[in-house]
């Protein structure tokens, strides 16, 4: 199985490549500290949205500064790992910032997906729009979150002490 686990440089490259051969980018980006059915569904979705489906992960330093102490649970390494064994994520790109604009300026992607709670005014949408690409919001589904499954696995870990 190829590496999809790319450096920024290493992904602009091969994009520029499939760009000038006709394939549509998508791109989107997340934690994906434990990966869920509400995740897959996103992914699944995204991917219909383009040829290549890329997913800008937010690396252990930008989610311990928006998420907090504890997080993340995963490091990054493993998030990565787990992401690269889907069939419908093409490749990975972790990004320490706390958002992925200066990462999606250099990709340039046709598509970037977003889930409904950030919505189409989201901050990344002057980046891709001005790089001629569209912001596309899909619904979350309901019932599945990280936070939830953490809050959940937290308080039957109180619960037995």
């Known amino acids: 199985m190829p590496d999809k686990i790319k450096s920024l440089r290493e992904l602009a490259k091969i994009i520029r490549a499939r760009k000038s051969k006709g394939k549509k ?3 989107l980006s997340g934690a994906f500290d434990i990966l869920h059915p509400g ?3 996103f992914l699944e979705r995204c991917k219909k949205s383009g ?3 890329i997913v800008l992960l937010n690396s252990d330093k930008s989610i311990k500064n928006y998420k907090g102490k504890g997080r993340p649970i995963n490091p990054q390494a493993a998030r990565a790992k787990v992401l690269s064994a889907l069939a419908t994520v093409d490749f990975i790109c972790a990004f320490n910032e706390p958002d992925p604009r200066r990462v999606l300026a250099v990709l340039r992607p046709d598509v970037f997906c ?11 949408r002057e980046t891709v729009e001005s790089a001629g690409g569209k912001v596309r919001v899909f619904k979350k589904v309901k019932g599945f979150s990280t936070s939830n499954i953490i809050n ?6 109180k619960k037995q002490k």
Do not use: P, T
């Open 39 to 41: 995740h897959i569904s």
């Open 114 to 124: 977003q889930g409904d709670d950030w919505g189409a005014d989201c901050i990344e």
């Open 51 to 53: 040829d290549i489906l």
């Open 25 to 27: 980018i998508c791109a």
């Open 152 to 157: 959940k696995i937290r308080g039957v870990a």
